[in-house]
DNA sequence: GCTAAAATAATAGTAATACTATCAATTATC
DNA sequence: GATAATTGATAGTATTACTATTATTTTAGC
């Protein structure tokens, strides 16, 4: 990405952190290692006294950034629906022809994640990994409804809606674009968690991407052909 | 389901409990009413303490069955797909189209849940709703790849490759029979995950029912007409 | 460059969790 | 009726998930 854009930030709802952690140098560190410790001991096992012991911080101070852990995870996953939604638009503004955009979209939203120098504290492929395996145990919770009623999913929410109405936008007579959008997301997360872990129930593997699969069966879904 | 099936039981990986629960009544008693508990609290909240309480029995006795809470949701969940394996496979059974096997497989897999009288102390209703809210915390740990390798996930991989091998019989030449039959199952709990919480993202509703979306979407995919 | 305010660190403390261990009381078996 | 097996009760430990208080350091304004 860009160099000029590095000013960009990504909007993310203020309910989610006591204190903006893009706000000084410690909240920078605490996402940015957050991440980086999630990903190495797992959701379950992170606390903030060891993520404070990692960075030489206090888990007192940890503590003023983010109510807990679990709103922790809400802020990086918002973090990431945002930058995926980002992309996407950027990535299909000038294209006109619906097909094409929607191809356009899936590749965007299915393909492997790389490092994104525009957000210098963040690291994309990491950040994709605990998405892959930890998104999930951000909404199946019982709190569901109220944190839903706070806003804390409105990016993911929008991001299906985008990807709901480009679909429409080729088929306008399919009955389930919505849910078709949503499949697709949350399979994506699902078929690389088991490219990884349980490669005898995907056929993703080092030849064959979950976006083929993906685009494959939209295209199939939509009726459409390859070129539009 | 028929009487005359009450001495059936689903075959569990005996690594999965200390002492098989389906031995004495104490044992059933737990299960049973974990189900319910999880389903009240959540998983999260959930402990043996609480479990204990309120079958009036004790913290400790309930640890002479299981290790710890994860596994006793390994047991359900494994008794879940157990169940959903052996259903699939008896309705479809005397079905030799294969068109019509795959779509009576989907049908059962995406159905809404009802209860099974053939397991009394099991209410799968209430079972469905806990795999349809918990059972990814089953295998998004940090372990599954040794949980794996002591088979706890068997009963869902034999699911999940039965299904594959229906949609290969419909079309050898599709390329990802493997993806598709996993994206299924676990799109399925999803979609009704939605229903419940999402609405806005999902086509799902009191009209239209998850099969209906599946259904159209394998038969789109494979090129099928529902005529078989 | 000094002061005041803000931010961070250190320490202590609490209730709950996730167990383990021990021993007592019941219940089943032979 | 004795013995073994099961279950229950109690206690104890390390860790988690915090909150509160106070000390120290950093920063910003003048």
Redesign the pocket.
Known sequence: MDVLMQSLRIGINEKLYI?DPE?????KKIVEESILLIDEIGF???????L?AR???????????F????KLLLYLASWYWGWMEYRMVFDTNGISNPVEKLSKAIEVLTQNVEEDNAFSHINEVVLNKIIINEYSKSYLVKEVNNEDKNGYFIVNKRLVGRLSEMIVAVDKGYAYPLSLASTILEGTLHQYFLKEHFPMLTNCNENVTPTQFFTDLIFRTLNLNVNG
Chains 1, 2 share one sequence.
């Open positions: 204190k706000s000084s140098d410690l909240g379950e096992s992170f606390t903030f006294k060891k404070g960075i030489n911080s206090n888990e007192s101070s940890i503590y003023r950034y109510e807990n852990k679990h």
